[in-house]
């Protein structure tokens, strides 16, 4: 069965440091989604992506996140300047047209930052 | 406000038992209304999907959609071992086609083990 994976699965980083979280989405998925879970809490969502450009993002994506699908089959999220309270997992997840199809997740990236 | 409410748990049952999970939320906009599973250390996995209100019965689970009093609930029968991990209900908005881009806004999770 087709699923989405995430690279690397644990990453470490300085704080301030630039880090990029990679995604293999399913392949003849069309919509494509970071969301992210600190520990203890909710799975959040961050942003949605299709036909190449976000197409909605929550109040947690600011100027320091950025998406880009910079070929046929990967996803990534950059982050720019990486603060402690980035440690999270991160979840790439993606789903076809319609949404009763529900959401793909990947198995996740877990982000530290010290 | 986007805000869907769990109890986190943790709920031990032994095996056999028939579990009952819950959820509440308070935007009316939601349509859509799914259960997750979540392994440790894994991502979620879609189980269930329930457009508007009513229910859907699938194998051992049956989600339940109250949108009068903004309810939702999942019951597993015949639970196993198997069956515990976290338990996330999740809601967006939308109409019935071209609701890909819709953000899910997800439950804290209810912790279920089941005992041998």
């Known amino acids: 069965e087709p699923e989405v994976t995430q690279t690397p699965s644990h990453q470490v980083t300085q704080m301030g440091q630039e880090v990029i979280l990679r995604c293999v989405p399913i392949s003849n998925h069309l919509y494509f989604y970071w969301y992210r879970q600190i520990l203890g809490q909710k799975v959040e969502f961050l942003v949605s992506f299709y036909n190449n450009e976000i197409s909605e993002k929550s109040e947690i994506f600011d100027d320091q996140f950025s998406v880009e699908r910079p070929d046929g089959s990967n996803f990534t999220l950059k982050i720019r300047s990486t603060k402690l309270e980035d440690s999270a997992m991160y979840f790439c997840?993606?789903?076809?047209?319609?949404?009763?199809?529900?959401?793909?997740f990947g198995s996740g990236t877990r982000l530290t930052v010290v | 406000q986007k805000e869907v409410e769990q109890d986190p748990g943790p709920l031990s049952v032994p095996e056999g038992a028939i579990v009952s999970l819950n959820c509440t939320y308070s935007?009316?906009?939601?349509?859509?209304f799914m259960w997750y599973r979540q392994y440790s250390r894994k991502g979620p996995e879609l189980l269930m999907y329930?457009?508007?209100?009513g229910n859907k019965e699938d194998g051992r689970f049956t989600a339940q959609v109250d949108k009068s009093s903004k309810y939702i609930s999942l019951f597993i029968r015949d639970s196993q071992p198997s069956d515990s991990a976290t338990y996330l209900c999740a809601n967006a908005p939308g109409g019935e086609s071209g609701a890909g881009s819709y953000q899910l806004t997800f439950g804290k999770g209810t912790k279920l083990s089941v005992i041998p």
């Open positions: 997840a993606s789903s076809s047209f319609s949404l009763r199809d529900g959401r793909s």
């Open positions: 935007n009316s906009a939601f349509q859509y």
């Open positions: 329930t457009y508007s209100s």
